[in-house]
DNA sequence: TGACAGTGTTTGCCTAGGCAATTAATATCC
DNA sequence: GGATATTAATTGCCTAGGCAAACACTGTCA
């Protein structure tokens, strides 16, 4: 197999790079215009659906899973907290640690965080095949392997 | 076409969303990983790029294609004025605007981050045929189109 | 030509993430 | 059991981007 680039012929903004990028960016901004009526920021839904949904339930696992600062972490949560989306519940089983719970109000952000992620993404894949999804995942993961 | 993504059966980390969001860390990380000896920023290499390649000559254009915040540019700029990348001059032609220039030590910078994102995306894309590069690239701008 | 809108750049202020050091609690290993 | 390493969370400090206001200059249009 020829590598795909080379030195020569390489243009930047044509790259697979750039486009992952734009892609990014449009779903990023559809999203957030969806969801700004909850005046809630990117970092701020991600963690209310990995707390609403289980995936996650300290700052730790928030951050391994995000790749995300932990001391950058305390202050989101603060803010969510202050928010009155999710408290801090400490825990017998392991003292350091502090087990986080969406508040009621927190709970009820989480379906519409999902509504909106499956509207904009629907509509960004509009037109798209569902084999075609599948596709596109399948080659972003072989890239994501490959690194 | 039905919709690709319900509302019972979305999992987040599953969407195309997530794994976007995965294969750019991915890149971003390598990419920065192979420049980390030239001790330049992953926004500051972009911006050497763009100007190297003559896609644009001044802040405001660097805004624009970046959709970036022309205070924030103003002082990335800044900093690699100070690092004596690029100088700015000032034209005749529009007083407004000032024209930014590599230095011959910024002159040099471009080949070197060619040649580092060249052999980056190589790396994440081997195993991919030409065609399925292709074919990433048109979902990922069809996805772009529909926003 | 002169008022006015628009553009390019800069600055101040605010917010937020990254890093390093700290503290408290737990795990490990002898 | 006790020294030591590790883990969870927090705090302070630094850097950097977003927004809004300010300023200089240019373009438009009556």
């Known amino acids: 197999m020829q590598p795909i680039y080379d030195i020569e012929s390489f243009r930047p903004s044509q790259a ?8 990014r960016r449009a779903i990023v901004e559809a ?20 707390l609403g949904d289980g995936a996650a339930s300290t700052a730790a696992e928030l951050c391994k899973i995000l790749i995300y600062d932990p001391g950058a972490m305390t202050r989101l949560l603060d803010r969510l907290q ?3 989306v999710l408290k801090r519940v400490r825990t017998k089983a392991d003292r350091r640690a502090v087990r986080l719970e969406l508040t009621a109000e927190g709970a009820k952000l ?4 999902v509504e909106a992620l499956v ?5 960004l894949l509009r037109g798209f095949s569902r084999a075609e999804v599948q596709q596109l995942d399948d080659l972003l993961k072989r890239m994501v392997a490959n690194a």
Chains 1, 2 share one sequence.
Do not use: C, F, M
Not at 16 to 23: L, Q, S, T, Y
Not at 110 to 113: E, G, K, N, S, T
């Open 16 to 23: 697979v790079g750039a486009h992952i990028g734009r892609a």
């Open 31 to 50: 999203i957030n215009q969806e969801l700004a009526p909850l005046d809630i920021s990117h970092a701020q839904w991600i963690v209310v659906l990995l």
């Open 82 to 84: 202050k928010k009155g």
């Open 110 to 113: 989480y379906p519409r965080i």
């Open 119 to 123: 509207q904009v993404y629907n509509r």
